[in-house]
């Protein structure tokens, strides 16, 4: 099953529904209310129907509200320029 943007428009065109697998791939843009509202609705049909689905979704939206609300926290100057000039050797690399 297409994921994201494609899958929504396969899915918009009433061509198919969601699955079980679709639910896990596309929750993201679910709970962060990103999918257009006819693929929300046929998202939400499929969690209404599937207990497992609903238990996942349910728990995936615990999980990143759960994130959002920690503090958050900055590395050490030191740290940070360590990382970067590693990022900037790693680029200059060949493939």
């Known amino acids: 099953m297409t994921k994201g943007p494609a899958g929504w428009v396969r899915r ?35 969690i209404d129907s599937c207990g497992d689905c609903n238990t996942f979704v349910q728990t995936f939206r615990a999980t990143v509200m759960t994130l959002r609300d920690l503090p958050r926290r900055t590395a050490a100057n030191d740290l940070q320029g360590r990382i970067q000039a590693r990022i900037a050797s790693e680029g200059d690399k060949p493939n």
């Open 12 to 46: 918009l065109s009433g061509k198919d529904e969601f699955d079980c697998d679709d639910i896990q791939e596309n929750c993201s843009e679910f709970v962060d209310e990103e999918m257009p509202t006819s693929v929300t609705q046929k998202f939400r049909a499929h």
